[in-house]
């Protein structure tokens, strides 16, 4: 998944001061009291004099975070007003450059905490997220509601074509223009007010979701009362789990959520009444009637996305969140989508045949249910193909995965080297610091990493950056990714799945996006791009996780250092398309659940979200109740918090764009430099400097189709177009 750091500009909507070169907020809102000055020896105040502006977090207290935040407000909004009431007739240099050159105080700031909220959060983040979400969300609307900005963009737009600007600024000029009507420049001034209620409230709400989510997550963790619940698991994780139960105080073995709707461990789990019971933790965790509960958050967000896109002149909130996106319109997605549910739910089916049978053969005496599948989809594997986890687990350890596997790979295509910092302030001590190094030696980036679950860290895994790419600004990219694999005991090693694995090589693919910027202007550069071809860098680069040459370099016994035998490799690639049914059918179920909520009109009466879901999947005839969605509404993070809605169809339009890539590579030597020296110089490091589709084509010598993607989904000769 990709977050985004680069921030809309945003307005102040209380009093400020300026006295002796600090500013002093002045609020009735006593939470504020505490951030009453923000002067010099607030670590934000200035560009960090760290390596590569890279944030001073061993000097960053949460103290700090709420000053600063409010602060990098009134120097932006004043930077903003300056531009907007220029005298001067407006030029590219005085509006649009100088726009891109605003608001770096309160990039700076909120980059440190968006990570830190994200990976490490407590209260006191928390609720500084709570008071600050709308008001920032006030702040955007400022500037792109601002007439005056708005007039002057529009002047510069307007004469674009006598301009003579080169093909990066001519594409900022369209970008912050469209952005601008997009947001609703163009609206009367009554309409305007009611949209800055609307952003404000939907902010707010989206706040008090993710708050709900995280805590719901950490709420619903199983506790099995021994170690009998547990059989199955290994005696590392099961000790894993009594050190998890024992830092929360509590008894038993403690196995916490992750993200998604299926766990890892229901795999392992011989004891049926324990998977049911992780699965209904997990299917319910924000729907217990407490708290935590989100159905009543969510339902009203979907209510106000549909309004504000009626105000906005869209007959949903898909087809205004589509027009600048690749798809461009929900139809063209639908379209997509549904043409691959019958193949994929076919699949599935017979997938859950042969699952049943091994049930029956066993006198299991149930029909299989979602507790089950991952359990018994293991047994047909082992039987299909003489697999299991436990087999492969010792020879993928978490740091040989990281240095011999995802860092070789990026080598090995792109000649870029990596080296460990220590004297880079991290976070947390979990968090490792590289610094990247090009081909020639020379500087290219910062990449942190942080893989560990841990309680106030959100669920899933995620990429973005501490500092972006910008010629303008002079900064090198500084990025990270976050993961949520499961801690190790003390002195046991780090074994992890191929599934995640994979992650690993996908997540590193948003960060090659963002460190193979090569833009001139922070809203083009790295990974602002659509949201349909963001995720095609990061599902490109997985396929490199079996690549032959890769796997054999990172592929080791943990304690022996001996490689993976040939036919344990084998029965790997055999088994690469084993259960692809079960897997595109529960991301399509998530993402047309996603296009369903958003496809209500402004009329539509607030929803029941349990009502909803069933619906919307036997609408989409993806209610398969051996398939659960793989994220369930109530907790569908990506949609209601995390800038996915209307968009998580990406995952699937963006498979396509990365199989047919692979194919390309496959046809041209594989993995050879001179292919990685292509892509990158051609797609990677052009951020959204160039049209996307034209992009990709010019890459690829044709437009993409979906022939590549059934092909490695194990789809071929179906239907689906």
């Given at each position: 998944m990709m977050k985004f750091t680069r921030l809309n500009a945003v307005r102040l909507i209380f009093m400020t001061l300026i006295v002796s070169g600090a500013i002093v907020i002045c609020s009735p809102d006593p939470a504020l009291a505490a951030a009453a000055e923000f002067g010099p020896s607030n670590p934000f105040y200035a560009p960090s004099t760290l390596p590569f502006k890279a944030p001073p977090f061993d000097k960053i207290k949460d103290a700090d975070y709420q000053p600063a935040i409010e602060a990098g407000i009134v120097q932006h909004g004043a930077e903003i007003t300056a531009i907007a009431d220029n005298p001067e007739p407006p030029t590219f240099e005085n509006t649009i450059v100088a726009m891109e050159k605003s608001g770096q105080l309160l990039d700076r700031v909120l980059a440190a905490f968006s990570g830190v909220t994200g990976a490490n959060t407590n209260d006191t983040l928390?609720?500084?997220?709570?008071?600050?979400?709308p008001k920032l969300a006030a702040h955007s609307d400022s500037i792109h509601l601002n007439a005056k900005l708005f007039a002057r963009v529009s002047a510069i737009y307007n004469q674009r074509a006598a301009l003579k600007l080169d093909p990066e600024s001519l594409r900022l000029v369209e970008r912050v223009y469209d952005q601008f009507v997009h947001a609703g420049a163009g609206l009367s001034e009554p309409d305007k007010a009611q949209l800055r209620k609307l952003n404000e409230e939907l902010s707010s709400?989206?706040?008090?979701?993710?708050?709900?989510?995280l805590a719901a997550t950490k709420a619903g963790a199983y506790v099995a009362?021994?170690?009998?619940?547990?059989?199955?698991?290994?005696?590392?994780?099961?000790?894993?789990?009594?050190?998890?139960?024992?830092?929360?105080?509590?008894?038993?073995?403690?196995?916490?959520?992750?993200?998604?709707?299926?766990?890892?461990?229901?795999?392992?789990?011989?004891?049926?009444?324990?998977?049911?019971?992780i699965f209904e933790h997990s299917w319910n965790r924000t729907e217990r009637g407490d708290a935590?509960?989100?159905?009543d958050t969510i339902a009203r967000i979907a209510q106000l996305r549909a309004q504000k896109a009626k105000l906005l002149g869209y007959p949903s909130f898909a087809a205004w969140k589509l027009e600048d996106q690749m798809a461009k319109t929900p139809e063209a997605a639908l379209k997509f989508m549904d043409a691959i549910v019958p193949a994929a739910t076919a699949k599935a089916a017979q997938e859950a045949h042969d699952i049943q049978q091994v049930i029956d053969a066993e006198k299991g005496g149930f029909q299989v249910q979602p507790w089950d599948w991952d359990f018994y989809s293991e047994k047909v594997r082992k039987?299909?193909?003489?697999?299991?986890d436990a087999q492969v687990k010792p020879y993928f350890e978490l740091n040989n995965v990281l240095q011999n596997g995802v860092f070789y790979a990026a080598t090995q295509l792109y000649g870029i080297t990596f080296k460990e910092r220590h004297d880079i302030p991290v976070y947390h001590p979990d968090v490792r610091v590289f610094e990247v190094f090009n081909a020639d030696g020379s500087h290219l980036a910062i990449f942190y990493c942080d893989y560990f679950k841990r309680d106030n860290k959100n669920g899933g895994a995620w990429m973005s950056e501490f500092v972006g790419q910008s010629r303008l600004l002079g900064t090198?990219?500084?990025?990270?990714?976050?993961?949520?694999?499961?801690?190790?005991?003390?002195?046991?090693?780090?074994?992890?799945?191929?599934?995640?694995?994979?992650?690993?090589?996908?997540?590193?693919?948003?960060?090659?996006h963002g460190i193979f910027s090569d833009a001139n202007y922070p809203t083009l550069a790295g990974t602002a791009t659509a949201r349909d071809f963001v995720e095609f860098p990061s599902q490109f680069n997985e396929h490199w996780a079996l690549q032959p040459a890769v796997f054999a370099h990172y592929a080791?016994?943990?304690?022996?250092?001996?490689?993976?035998?040939?036919?344990?490799?084998?029965?790997?690639?055999?088994?690469?398309?084993?259960?692809?049914?079960?897997?595109?059918?529960?991301?399509?179920?998530?993402?047309?659940?996603?296009?369903?909520?958003?496809?209500?009109?402004?009329?539509?009466?607030?929803?029941?979200?349990?009502?909803?879901?069933?619906?919307?999947l036997a609408k989409t005839h993806l209610n398969l109740s051996y398939v659960p969605s793989r994220y369930r509404t109530s907790y569908f993070n990506h949609i209601w918090q995390s800038g996915y809605s209307a968009g998580y169809y990406a995952y699937l339009w963006t498979q396509m764009l990365s199989d047919d890539a692979y194919q390309w590579f496959e046809e041209n030597g594989g993995l050879t430099r001179a292919n990685g020296d292509r892509l990158r110089k051609m797609v990677l490091s052009q951020g959204n400097t160039q049209d996307l589709a034209r992009m990709y084509e010019s890459w690829r010598g044709a437009p993409p189709n979906s022939k590549a993607m059934l092909k490695h989904r194990g789809l071929e000769g179906t239907d689906a177009k």
């Open positions: 928390q609720h500084v997220k709570t008071v600050e979400a709400l989206s706040n008090a979701f993710g708050n709900k989510l009362p021994n170690k009998l619940a547990l059989a199955g698991l290994s005696d590392a994780r099961i000790a894993a789990a009594a050190q998890a139960a024992k830092s929360r105080q509590v008894e038993g073995f403690l196995i916490p959520l992750q993200n998604t709707t299926q766990q890892p461990d229901l795999a392992l789990l011989t004891d049926r009444v324990t998977r049911q019971a935590n509960d989100t159905r039987a299909r193909y003489d697999l299991d090198t990219p500084v990025a990270y990714n976050v993961a949520n694999l499961p801690k190790p005991a003390e002195g046991e090693p780090a074994l992890i799945s191929f599934s995640d694995v994979v992650t690993m090589f996908h997540e590193f693919g948003h960060a090659l080791r016994h943990y304690k022996t250092g001996a490689l993976m035998p040939p036919e344990l490799v084998a029965r790997i690639r055999k088994a690469a398309t084993f259960n692809k049914g079960y897997d595109m059918t529960e991301l399509l179920a998530a993402a047309e659940l996603d296009m369903q909520w958003h496809f209500l009109t402004p009329d539509a009466p607030l929803q029941n979200p349990d009502d909803f879901e069933k619906q919307a």
